[in-house]
């Protein structure tokens, strides 16, 4: 059974910075993509970064330059630096591991969330 849990959340200024924590159980995160997603109010969940199994990043284009997703592997940890906050980004904030079942098959697992607020 995989188990999330992010910490790191809270309420910040625009132009302040949060940094977000992805705990995972077992050694998930050398061997899968992990990623962050967010919710904001009235809005569906979208795709904020994910880092795959080999260290490759990506980032939707409304957090490129101001996000960075990382991962320690000996701790089984991912994180999300997020700077340049803007009123936008005020969503909860979700953990997402991808966990590879088969070829060109993976199930997803997802932490409780975490909110981020940013006050303007």
């Known amino acids: 059974q995989v188990h999330l849990v992010e910490s790191g959340g809270g309420l910040v200024q625009a132009g302040g910075s949060l940094r977000l924590s992805c705990a995972a159980s077992g050694s998930i995160v050398s061997d899968n993509s992990m990623g962050w997603y967010r919710q904001g109010p009235g809005k569906l969940r979208e795709l904020v970064a994910t880092?795959?199994?080999?260290?490759?990043?990506n980032y939707v284009d409304a957090v490129k330059g101001r996000f960075t997703i990382s991962r320690d592997i000996a701790k089984n940890s991912v994180y999300l630096q997020m700077n340049s906050l803007k009123p936008d980004d005020t969503a909860v904030y979700y953990c997402?591991?991808?966990?590879?079942?088969?070829?060109?098959?993976?199930?997803?697992?997802w932490g409780q969330g975490t909110q981020v607020t940013v006050s303007s």
């Open positions: 880092i795959s199994k080999w260290g490759r990043t």
């Open positions: 997402n591991a991808a966990v590879q079942t088969g070829i060109g098959r993976h199930s997803d697992y």
